[in-house]
């Protein structure tokens, strides 16, 4: 017959990515952080939350920075146990979540809710759970994503000692678990306090989830803008040390009228692709829980072999305590060690400084020690599971209905004449009854009859000399020819050639081009005919 032992061998079969995700996770890899104590060094058990939530943002930056204000001109509505002011107003972590009803449900009562991914915040003890809330309001925006609010930064020393909590610590933990961390900055007062540049480090881990946000932008000129933005690139730099350049958007995120009008187009251009970003959330969102429990996993796989190495060493009997100073002295040592014999990238490895600490108040002699099955499964999980699971999450990407975000400032932004683009470039004139390309063409006129036209039509290659004085390279002025060669003869009358230039002039000042000419650019005597080429 069928023995269990073959089926414990059978590929895990699914039914979606989140059930599949928590069931490797509480049979391969939860196993493995429980025997080595995981949850007392790095981050506490997951839950079934965890893997069904929402996607969420979470908004770190200093006070004043403009954060509250942000969420609120995302979902266009105030929230319930919102402050705004130029003094530290936020000093509560909020959560922005969807719900029938307006109302806040206080910290104590949010982390014994098991619906919601909050459980674990219990750790971090009374000081913390008195500055932490939910706000929940019938919003559109939170159908898709859920917001988190942080108490801003304050510049100085003074701030952490009367916190009463780790808010440092705090903030790891909602990166860890949040789709989106955006940074909020303050054009027109950017300086970074010491406790900011040493929050953005504790996310260090989280680069790949980072986005930087350059807001109230519009208080300041356009040269002091650029100065400000190199300055805020080069803080970055030194703090986040990622090989790739952190994305920053620029702008003035509320819906107050722009001071220094100047960069509008830039804004509007920086907003659109941030809602973009913020609007493919919840299309990614299994691919990011994937990623971060393989990060995990490999977390995992590295905390089992210290322990495990740290349990061996230690005598049976007497000297325990001697040997256990010894060993946490030469943690290095041992983290280089373990390198060597298991091949793993020293990236893998917990900061040796915050592990020696951990292991201080730990009793060594209770450690486990190695036990192959437990790591075969996490390994087998890695190599095999995960990539089947990666096929799944493309799977239901493709099945997905595009999920994106709906509602508040996303509405503004996609039609009407407010729409990003609307009535510039190729779609100027687009709700005028003249044709738009007749207002220069008097202009036009005049060049087109120095190219002594035949028929009225002038040839490819004179067209073309006179073409080539915009200097714009030949893929481009050759997309323009075929969309003003309206009838596909290879020449150009005198309206076709007016619409190449103004096709030109179009690309001249930064617009794209369209693919297919569109009806209010079609010459008007060549409308509702259809050529052939």
């Known amino acids: 017959g069928c023995s269990w032992k073959n089926l ?4 895990e079969l699914f039914q979606n990515v989140s059930e599949g995700l928590r069931r490797l996770y509480r049979t391969k890899l939860f196993p493995l952080e429980d025997t080595y104590r995981f949850h007392d060094f790095h981050s506490p058990a997951l839950e079934d939350a965890d893997f069904d939530n929402k996607p969420m943002v979470l908004l770190v930056g200093q006070y004043s920075t403009g954060k ?3 969420i609120r001109h995302l979902m266009e509505q105030d929230f319930p146990g919102m402050r705004i002011g130029p003094e530290p107003t936020t000093d509560s972590f909020i959560a922005v979540m969807y719900g029938e009803q307006d109302g806040v449900i206080p910290g104590n009562a949010l982390v014994v809710d098991p619906k919601k991914p909050f459980r674990k ?32 930064i304050l510049s100085g020393e003074k701030q952490r000692i009367s916190r009463g909590y780790d808010f440092a610590a705090v903030l790891e933990w909602f990166a860890e678990r949040v789709d989106r961390i955006i940074l909020l900055f303050d054009a027109h007062k950017l300086d970074i306090s010491d406790e900011f540049s040493e929050v953005i480090r504790a996310l260090k881990n989280h680069e790949d989830k980072m986005r930087v946000v350059l807001n109230k932008a519009d208080q300041i000129s356009t040269q002091q803008l650029m100065r400000v933005y190199g300055a805020l690139m080069w803080s970055l730099g030194k703090i986040i040390n990622t090989p790739e350049v952190v994305r920053v958007y620029i702008g003035s995120f509320w819906a107050q009228p722009l001071l220094v009008p100047d960069n509008r187009k830039l804004f509007e251009a920086e907003e659109q692709d941030l809602f973009l970003d913020i609007q493919s959330l919840p299309r990614n969102a299994a691919l990011r829980k994937l990623n971060d429990l393989i990060k995990r996993a490999r977390l995992a796989k590295v905390h089992a072999y210290i322990i495990s190495s740290l349990k061996k060493e230690m005598p049976s009997v007497f000297g325990k305590d001697s040997k256990k100073k010894e060993l946490i002295g030469n943690l290095a040592e041992i983290y280089h060690r373990i390198e060597k014999e298991h091949q793993i990238s020293p990236g893998d490895f917990p900061n040796v400084a915050k592990m020696q600490e951990l292991l201080n108040g730990q009793d060594f002699s209770k450690f486990a020690v190695l036990k192959p099955k437990l790591l075969e499964a996490v390994e087998d999980m890695l190599a095999n599971d995960i990539a089947r699971l990666m096929a799944m999450v493309r799977q239901e990407e493709a099945a997905m209905p595009t999920q994106s975000v709906k509602g508040g400032a996303f509405e503004g ?9 609307y009535g510039e470039g ?14 220069d063409k008097p202009t036009y006129d005049e060049i087109f009859y120095t190219l002594s ?8 290659a004179a067209a073309k000399k006179e073409m080539l004085k915009s200097k714009l390279p030949n893929t481009v002025l050759g997309k323009i020819w075929k969309l003003a060669d309206v009838d596909k003869d290879g020449l150009l009358d005198d309206e076709e050639f007016a619409l190449a230039n103004h096709l030109i002039k179009v ?3 930064g617009h794209e081009l369209p693919s297919a000419l569109p009806e209010h650019l079609i010459p008007p005597s060549k409308r509702g005919t259809v050529f052939q080429a």
């Open 121 to 152: 915040l219990n750790a971090f003890g009374n000081a913390f759970l008195n500055r932490f809330m939910c706000a929940q309001l019938p919003n559109p925006v939170l159908e898709s994503i859920s917001i988190i609010d942080t108490p801003g």
């Open 413 to 421: 932004t996609m039609s009407g004449p407010f729409g990003h683009g």
């Open 8 to 11: 414990k061998k059978d590929p």
């Open 453 to 460: 036209p035949i028929n009225g039509k002038v040839s490819g």
């Open 507 to 509: 690309k001249l000042e």
């Open 426 to 439: 190729a779609s100027e004139g687009i709700d005028e009854l003249e044709w738009v390309v007749g207002r």
């Open 68 to 70: 509250t204000t942000f």
